[in-house]
Structures are given as structure tokens and as C-alpha cells.
């Protein structure tokens, strides 16, 4: 549950959903403040069935608000299959109901999602509205071993064909733009910073004193993008 406020990322929420309501207040803030900026707000599948989702979205509607909602869906939330949550059988079309935009996209191509997010910025920026994007990508497997139902092995392998860096790095190489083996570089220069960084965090440190169990739990308010928030 990461966040940076001063860049702008007001963080994530152990609260299924409870992200989506944080990101329609900052949207109105942006408008209160005619700041030209927008919002993105990231959430699963699992996520769209919750009363925030409709609350949240319902309201960025109303009120026209400079905000994207982009729903992640893997088909299996937390453990549960899409299939049998939703009877549409999609999630986007739900917008409609709100009178926002609605759209899929194959999330699993990274240039088609970065076509339809930049359309839902510069509406939200030019006073359209929100618009809900349904991006249809795929969980191979959760790392917590929390999950019930996910799809069989061999169906995540055959799926892992279509893994979007594989794909992006396809479409790199093709249009002469980075070759194989630049990328194989690139890649293998990330996974040493990784490697750098875990042995520093949990070899190289120690851990940090009791007594700062505290420190920082309520500072005040610091100056973000989006304005005044609390740290």
C-alpha cells in the first residue's frame, strides 16, 4: 500500500473499493480549484461490485468530474470469478447507467490502453466527464497463496503467451525502435536494481528502532499536486 502524495499518488487502501470514493474527492478538488488536471483510480473487479463503485461513480457523473476509472479485470478479484458476478457479463457497460463514457480494452496490450486512457484524459481535462474503463487482462496466479478458483495451470500458461511486456516487446523490435537485445539488457539492468535494493532493505539495514512506532502517524498536511493532504 504505497503512496507518494507530493507526485501526486494518494495511495492505495486495504478496503476493497475504498479507493474509488478518495479519488472522486480529489477530482473535486481539481474542479474546485480549475486546475487542469485529472484523476486515475485503479481498481479489480472484485472492487466493481461494492457500493463505493456506484456511489463514486454515480457522483463523478453528476458533477462532471475530471476523473478515469479504470477497472482491472483479471476475472478472479480476490477469489471469486467474474462469471458468476456479474450477470452483464462485462463491467464498462455500466456506465451508461451513470451517463458517463464507457469502454473496454485489451489489457493486455499496452499500446491499445495507453490509446484509451489518453482519450479519457484530455475528455476529463476538456470538462467531459468521467469515463469508465474496463481493461479484460489476466492473473496467472496470486503470490500470497490466497486464492480460491483461479483458472486451471494450463490455462494460465497458454495465457502467459499474451503477457503485455512480451507483446510491447514485440511490437518494440518490429518497429526498429528496440531490438531484442537491448531489451534483454534493459531488463536485466532493472532485475540488479531489484536485486540492489532488496539486499540493502532487508540484509544491509537494520530495523528500526521501537520508538519510532509513531513517528509520522499524524504530521499535518503537506503540499501535493492535488493540493493540501494529510501525512
Not at 474509488?20 to 472484485?46: H, M, N, S, T, Y
Not at 479504470?70 to 456506465?95: D, Q, T
Not at 480460491?148 to 490455462?155: I, K, L
Not at 512480451?166 to 534493459?186: H, K, M, W
Request: charged share 25%.
Amino acid at each position: 500500500h504505497l503512496a507518494d502524495p507530493r507526485a501526486g499518488n494518494l495511495g492505495a487502501t486495504g478496503i476493497v473499493g475504498g479507493n474509488i470514493p478518495v479519488a472522486v474527492g480529489a477530482a473535486l478538488a481539481c474542479k474546485l480549484e480549475k486546475r487542469e488536471q485529472a484523476v486515475i483510480c485503479f481498481f479489480g473487479d472484485g472492487a466493481a461490485n461494492n457500493g463505493a463503485f456506484h456511489e463514486s461513480l454515480n457522483l463523478a457523473a453528476i458533477w462532471d468530474l475530471p476523473v478515469v476509472f479504470i477497472c482491472e479485470n483479471n476475472h478472479f478479484a480476490l477469489s471469486f470469478p467474474a462469471k458468476k458476478g456479474f450477470k452483464a457479463g462485462n463491467i464498462f457497460s455500466r456506465a451508461q447507467s451513470y451517463g458517463m463514457e464507457g469502454v473496454s480494452c485489451d489489457g493486455m496490450h499496452v499500446l491499445e490502453v495507453r490509446e484509451m486512457v489518453g482519450a479519457a484524459l484530455r475528455r476529463a481535462r476538456d470538462g467531459k466527464g468521467p469515463t469508465l474503463i474496463e481493461a479484460v487482462t489476466f492473473r496467472y496466479e496470486r503470490p500470497d497463496g490466497r486464492a480460491r478458483g483461479d483458472a486451471s495451470t494450463e490455462r494460465a500458461e497458454a495465457l502467459k503467451a499474451r503477457d503485455p511486456i512480451d507483446l510491447f516487446r514485440i511490437i518494440l523490435a518490429e518497429a526498429d525502435a528496440v531490438s531484442p537485445e537491448a531489451a534483454d539488457a534493459i531488463e536485466e539492468e532493472i532485475s540488479e536494481e531489484l536485486k540492489t535494493a532488496v539486499t540493502f532493505a532487508l540484509e544491509q539495514s537494520p530495523y528500526p528502532n521501537v520508538t519510532e512506532v509513531l513517528k509520522d502517524v499524524y504530521k499535518g498536511w503537506i503540499e501535493s499536486p492535488l493540493g493540501l493532504v494529510k501525512e
